[in-house]
């Protein structure tokens, strides 16, 4: 399994990360932890999760994977040997997580210290903002986005706001590092210059959709993460599922996520469709299944540090992480991007 830098925090990561959403929803606390004995033993060292996980989200699922996560991490030996991730929800119409605000220097420390306890551990390795508090074009919303509306004044104030309360954090170890998810260039942008201009912690990573389907951040995204050591960490590579084909021809296969969720599925469309098919051709010319065809794509981006793979079983998560070991050639490459011009932005 390759390591990569996690941004400039001198922390390496392998360069998949095991994804925890479904626990507590698709997933039993079993599962979850035959989940976590597997990608350990593969040698995988990054975990990610939210306090708002499970999916779909909601006042009862709320915390239940962090509370799997945390009672498979009592058990001696397990600690040490992971990189943690979790998230900070708010503002994003959640009421029944803290009444739906968003991130402010109160709700910041109630936050952690509820995931500090469900994860039982003393600190998070990678403490990060799960989506602005602010429109934003992420979640399917690129084709009604509209900034204008924003108020610069009140996000840049709150913004410094959130990195004191983390910065102190920090300083009190029960962070070590820190992160973006569902950010934009210009909101990214401004999370990097408060930190330099006022001493505060530096944001390592930016949790971003990332694969064959949605692919925004190979234009400003990427340049800036490159240029600014922000490591991408890729989730829904597979577009929840629909570049495995299964869904193609109006399928919804039983125990699939579709049967339990609406979310996400906005990807499945009309003008997805003819994409998934050619990528999914694609992948059985080459003898590859299509999840791995996927997978080793955005593996083979220059600016990932890691994508995160969710299973719904072993099986699943055997092959997501066996999709490292593809290399694809650079005629691979070559039909991949024409498949790209073809269908450029389906979802």
Known sequence: MKMKPLGRTGINVTEICLGTMTWGVQNTEAEAHAQLDYAIDAGINFIDTAEAYAVPIGPETYGKTETYIGNWLKRPGKRDKIVLATKIAGGGGQHWIRDGSAPNAKTVRIALEGSLKRLQTDYIDLYQIHWPA????NFGNSWNYDPTQTDRAEVLARMEEVLESLGALVKEGKIR????????AWGTMQWLRLAEQKGLPRMASLQNEY??????????????CHHEDVGLLA???????VLTGKYLDGKIPAGSRATVAKDGFWRKSSHSE???RRYVDLAREHGLDPADLAIAFSLSRPFMTSV????????????DIAAADIILTADDLAEIAAIHRDYPRPI
């Open 308 to 319: 995160i793979i969710g299973a719904t079983s072993l099986d699943q998560l055997k092959a």
């Open 134 to 137: 602010r429109p934003h074009y």
């Open 211 to 224: 694969g064959l389907l949605q692919r925004h951040f190979d234009l400003d995204m990427a340049e800036l």
């Open 274 to 276: 003819p994409a998934v």
């Open 177 to 184: 590092h820190v992160g973006l998810s569902n950010e934009t």
């Open 235 to 241: 989730y829904s590579t597979l577009a929840a599922g």
